[in-house]
């Protein structure tokens, strides 16, 4: 509770996400409405009295060169939803401290009861109390503290649900956690109550980030609603994943404030679509203390991830590409997919369906949405040799296998309860586009790391007909890309090729011969002229036949005398219906922008005008006349009959 007339109530009711990268970023990129600052500099935050403010800075001029003293032992907690977090950091903290360190956890298994409490010793298969976290926690020193589970502002939530540990618990063990590093992914954490601004006699401002400052600890916690997955490590639980895994890298000290950046770029640079969720928590992780404060640790140390090779990148030989610089390389991706242990489906009253969900993970992981079939994720290096920036990707080549009947695992965010597991829903296959550029690490003068990547997804969804419970799933293994790269930013007069938009695509036709073989595609691809149209595609599939299980694509040519209108031909192998075709229409500019048509998911049908619904599969039938009378007098009624076969 804060005074109706504060900047905190105001912040609260106008839903004002707090956080202080800006401080610290060069570049703020617009996302949807939205401004995210970019990490970059290190920001630290000291509150909140004049003493505490001072101690802090004591303290850290006391430490010899910065550094905190080496750390011997650490602590790590957790529950539900937050145990897969918990687990990796208590690895990356029991390998930093090495063999002789004190490795102290207190963690539950996901799924346990909450009335299944504590009996004698905690134990994973136990959910613990407050008590047990006060004897863990305020017990003995720890250096390391990685507290996950539930919290307000000032206090707990054990793993019982039922029993709690506020700040005041702590505020009566001084000194405890001096010179420690203090990490949680607790909702509120980091928020921090001014005491002006609270409602006398009912607010209890002695938050965690104003004790972690009585205590001379460094605190890196969420001024929010911090976020996970229920099934996998995401959103908030990952970055501190992410972080807990920086405090490792390289030899010697490592300031803290600079790996909750590096946590974060490295956040950014994994991802196929920065939701709201992402965003908020990246923005609301907070570091309170001195960001350059470093932790040393004894042990366990790893080198800096590495980086491909990039791709080297050849001039178009013709067209507008080759007066503007437009350069190509051809990228094969080769999806490693493993499939996921059965996960059962529960009725509302949490018993067992018999049905199981399902997904793939891929080598970078998964790639979980809200609402959305959890995709295998696979990130490559295709920064390019020669300078240029990657503008474009297309979609020229794929062999895949469909599995009908599957029930896709939904991303189901959570703050304080497990989420719910949706249906999925889509008449056409999810995600439409399979590969998707991240550009965070290129971005200049951010301290990043200066590549691009490419990030494939490579298994799609569809809803099956007629049972909207259950998908098709598409796996993906192999696909066939063509890169664009240019570093074209000049102007020529007025006109600036680079601000050019992709191609737009539209008049999508199509002929095919009365004897059929093969289908003729026309388009017409229109763009800004500065940047012309470089190069256009037909690449296509089937529903069922001999084109099924497979993409693959022909170039369509420019007509001579109308400049917008494209036109290819591919042909129809014996055997394949014409109703089961699929294809997709795609265009690139002089610049390397890539348009793509598919009407609106469902891909173009050979003989189907834009907007007609999809003829079903065609069934081979046949009809014959039933056995009647052999002889009958004029104008008496005869009874006649036929038998439709195949239908």
Same mark, same amino acid.
């Given at each position: 509770?804060t005074?109706?007339?504060?900047?905190?109530?105001?912040?609260?009711?106008?839903?004002?996400?707090?956080?202080?990268?800006?401080?610290?970023?060069?570049?703020?990129?617009?996302?949807?409405?939205?401004?995210?600052?970019?990490?970059?500099?290190?920001?630290?935050?000291?509150?909140?009295?004049?003493?505490?403010?001072?101690?802090?800075?004591?303290?850290?001029?006391?430490?010899?060169?910065?550094?905190?003293?080496?750390?011997?032992?650490?602590?790590?907690?957790?529950?539900?939803?937050?145990t897969?977090?918990?687990?990796?950091v208590?690895?990356?903290?029991?390998?930093?401290?090495?063999?002789?360190?004190?490795?102290?956890?207190?963690?539950?298994?996901?799924?346990?009861?909450?009335?299944?409490?504590?009996?004698?010793?905690?134990?994973?298969?136990?959910?613990?109390?407050a008590?047990?976290?006060?004897?863990?926690?305020?017990?003995?020193?720890?250096?390391?503290?990685?507290?996950?589970?539930?919290f307000?502002?000032?206090?707990?939530?054990?793993?019982?649900?039922?029993t709690?540990?506020?700040?005041?618990?702590?505020?009566?063990?001084?000194?405890?956690?001096?010179?420690?590093?203090?990490?949680?992914?607790?909702?509120?954490?980091?928020?921090?109550?001014?005491?002006?601004?609270?409602?006398?006699?009912?607010?209890?401002?002695?938050?965690w980030?104003?004790?972690?400052?009585?205590?001379?600890?460094?605190?890196?916690?969420?001024?929010?609603?911090?976020?996970?997955?229920?099934?996998?490590?995401?959103?908030?639980?990952?970055?501190?994943?992410?972080?807990?895994?920086?405090?490792?890298?390289?030899s &010697?000290? %490592?300031?803290? =404030?600079?790996?909750? @950046?590096?946590?974060?770029? /490295?956040y950014?640079?994994? $991802?196929?679509? #920065? +939701?709201?969720?992402?965003?908020?928590?990246?923005?609301?992780?907070?570091?309170?203390?001195?960001?350059?404060?470093?932790?040393?640790?004894?042990?366990?140390?790893?080198?800096?991830?590495?980086?491909?090779?990039?791709?080297?990148?050849?001039?178009?030989?013709?067209?507008?590409?080759?007066?503007?610089?437009?350069?190509?390389?051809?990228?094969?991706?080769?999806?490693?997919?493993t499939?996921?242990?059965?996960?059962?489906?529960l009725?509302?009253?949490?018993?067992?369906?018999?049905?199981?969900?399902?997904?793939?993970?891929?080598?970078?992981?998964?790639?979980?949405?809200?609402?959305?079939?959890?995709?295998?994720?696979?990130?490559?290096?295709v920064?390019?040799?020669? &300078?240029? %920036?990657?503008? =474009?990707?297309?979609? @020229?080549?794929?062999?895949? /296998?469909?599995?009908t009947? $599957?029930?896709? #695992? +939904?991303?189901?965010?959570?703050?304080?309860?497990?989420?719910?597991?949706?249906?999925f829903?889509?008449?056409?296959?999810?995600?439409?586009?399979?590969?998707?550029?991240?550009?965070?690490?290129?971005?200049?003068?951010?301290?990043?790391?200066?590549?691009?990547?490419?990030?494939?997804?490579?298994?799609?969804?569809?809803?099956?007909?007629?049972?909207?419970?259950?998908?098709?799933?598409?796996?993906?293994?192999?696909?066939?890309?063509?890169?664009?790269?240019?570093?074209?930013?000049?102007?020529?007069?007025?006109?600036?090729?680079?601000?050019?938009?992709?191609?737009?695509?539209?008049?999508?036709?199509?002929?095919?011969?009365?004897?059929?073989?093969?289908?003729?595609?026309?388009?017409?691809?229109?763009g800004?002229?500065?940047?012309?149209?470089?190069?256009?595609?037909?690449?296509?599939?089937?529903?069922?036949?001999?084109?099924?299980?497979a993409?693959?694509?022909?170039?369509?040519?420019?007509?001579?005398?109308?400049?917008?209108?494209?036109?290819?031909?591919?042909?129809?192998?014996?055997?394949?219906?014409?109703s089961?075709?699929?294809?997709?229409?795609?265009?690139?500019?002089?610049?390397?922008?890539?348009?793509?048509?598919?009407?609106?998911?469902?891909?173009?049908?050979?003989?189907?005008?834009?907007?007609?619904?999809?003829?079903?599969?065609?069934?081979?039938?046949?009809?014959?006349?039933?056995?009647?009378?052999?002889?009958?007098?004029?104008?008496?009624?005869?009874?006649?009959?036929?038998?439709?076969?195949?239908?």
């Amino acid at each position: 509770p804060t005074l109706d007339s504060s900047a905190s109530e105001a912040s609260l009711r106008r839903n004002y996400v707090l956080g202080q990268d800006a401080y610290g970023a060069v570049s703020d990129v617009d996302i949807k409405g939205t401004v995210l600052p970019v990490p970059d500099l290190a920001v630290g935050r000291l509150v909140e009295t004049p003493d505490e403010i001072s101690g802090a800075i004591t303290e850290f001029l006391a430490l010899a060169n910065g550094v905190l003293p080496t750390p011997t032992s650490s602590l790590v907690t957790g529950y539900d939803f937050l145990t897969s977090a918990a687990d990796l950091v208590q690895s990356d903290f029991a390998a930093g401290l090495g063999v002789t360190g004190r490795t102290d956890t207190l963690i539950t298994d996901q799924g346990v009861p909450t009335t299944d409490i504590t009996v004698g010793s905690p134990s994973r298969d136990k959910s613990w109390t407050a008590t047990d976290l006060a004897n863990s926690l305020l017990g003995s020193r720890h250096d390391l503290v990685f507290l996950a589970g539930h919290f307000s502002a000032n206090n707990t939530l054990a793993a019982d649900y039922a029993t709690t540990l506020a700040t005041t618990d702590l505020d009566a063990h001084p000194n405890l956690f001096t010179n420690s590093l203090v990490i949680s992914p607790g909702c509120h954490t980091g928020y921090n109550l001014l005491d002006a601004d609270g409602v006398p006699g009912l607010t209890v401002g002695l938050d965690w980030a104003e004790e972690m400052a009585k205590q001379r600890a460094t605190f890196i916690g969420g001024t929010g609603y911090q976020y996970a997955d229920t099934d996998f490590v995401a959103y908030s639980a990952k970055l501190y994943t992410l972080l807990t895994s920086q405090l490792r890298i390289g030899s &010697g000290p %490592v300031p803290i =404030g600079p790996a909750l @950046v590096g946590a974060k770029q /490295s956040y950014l640079s994994q $991802v196929t679509n #920065l +939701t709201g969720i992402d965003q908020k928590a990246l923005i609301e992780a907070t570091l309170y203390g001195l960001p350059m404060t470093a932790l040393d640790l004894p042990s366990g140390r790893t080198t800096a991830p590495g980086t491909g090779a990039g791709i080297t990148p050849a001039l178009v030989p013709t067209g507008p590409g080759a007066v503007l610089g437009l350069t190509t390389a051809p990228f094969t991706v080769s999806p490693q997919l493993t499939p996921s242990a059965p996960k059962p489906v529960l009725d509302v009253d949490g018993t067992p369906t018999g049905d199981s969900f399902h997904w793939y993970s891929g080598p970078d992981g998964v790639q979980s949405a809200p609402g959305l079939p959890a995709l295998p994720k696979q990130i490559a290096d295709v920064t390019s040799t020669t &300078g240029e %920036v990657l503008r =474009g990707v297309g979609f @020229v080549s794929g062999t895949y /296998s469909d599995t009908t009947g $599957v029930i896709p #695992l +939904t991303g189901a965010p959570t703050t304080e309860q497990n989420g719910v597991h949706t249906d999925f829903l889509s008449p056409v296959f999810y995600p439409q586009r399979i590969a998707t550029v991240n550009q965070f690490g290129a971005l200049d003068n951010n301290g990043t790391d200066g590549r691009t990547r490419l990030i494939t997804t490579p298994v799609q969804y569809r809803t099956d007909p007629g049972n909207t419970a259950t998908n098709t799933e598409r796996a993906y293994s192999q696909l066939g890309l063509q890169l664009f790269y240019s570093a074209n930013t000049s102007t020529y007069g007025t006109n600036t090729p680079a601000l050019a938009a992709p191609p737009s695509i539209s008049g999508v036709t199509d002929t095919t011969p009365p004897l059929g073989g093969s289908v003729t595609v026309s388009a017409h691809v229109t763009g800004d002229p500065s940047a012309g149209i470089q190069k256009a595609w037909v690449t296509y599939t089937a529903e069922t036949g001999p084109l099924h299980g497979a993409w693959q694509s022909v170039d369509l040519v420019q007509d001579p005398i109308d400049s917008t209108l494209w036109t290819g031909t591919f042909a129809i192998p014996s055997g394949q219906s014409n109703s089961d075709v699929r294809y997709i229409v795609q265009a690139v500019n002089g610049v390397g922008l890539v348009g793509f048509d598919n009407n609106l998911g469902d891909g173009y049908t050979p003989g189907v005008p834009i907007g007609a619904p999809t003829p079903p599969a065609t069934i081979p039938t046949s009809i014959s006349l039933d056995a009647g009378p052999s002889s009958g007098i004029s104008g008496d009624d005869l009874a006649v009959g036929a038998t439709l076969v195949g239908a």
